[in-house]
């Protein structure tokens, strides 16, 4: 009922910079939080950032000072700004988002996963 979509992913070099957005679509009613997750082949999925419905922030330790993230409630978006790439960022990068439905059930879905590659 509810999909999400991600786009931004791709390879850049070391020090560089990318940013990730995610759009939900469907039968929205409200969202929650939204957040971004990475996960590398044979490791768990990780929270790289999370922001709430009011603007509240929380990242993982190891990003914090390079990364920020922020969303827009008119849109239903949700952006990841990532700065100062290093290789241990590379994973496939994973959108997630929660609310309610139009028909007030509720929704808890994740995107198909976008690719960052960071290139010593």
């Known amino acids: 009922q509810v999909q999400l979509v991600e786009s931004g992913g791709g390879l850049v070099q070391a020090g560089g910079s990318l940013r990730l957005s995610c759009a939900a679509s469907?039968?929205?009613?409200?969202?929650?939080?939204m957040g971004w997750y990475r996960q590398d082949p044979g490791k768990q999925r990780e929270l790289v950032a999370l922001?709430?419905?009011?603007?509240?922030?929380n990242y993982a330790d190891s990003v914090k000072g390079r990364f920020t993230i922020s969303r827009d409630n008119a849109k239903n978006t949700v952006y990841l700004q990532m700065n100062s790439l290093k290789p241990e960022d590379t994973a496939v990068y994973y959108c997630?988002?929660?609310?309610?439905?139009?028909?007030?059930?509720?929704?808890?879905?994740w995107g198909q996963g976008t690719q960052v590659t960071v290139s010593s």
């Open positions: 997630n988002s929660n609310g309610a439905t139009m028909t007030f059930s509720d929704f808890d879905s």
């Open positions: 469907g039968s929205i009613f409200s969202i929650n939080s």
């Open positions: 922001i709430t419905h009011d603007g509240i922030t």
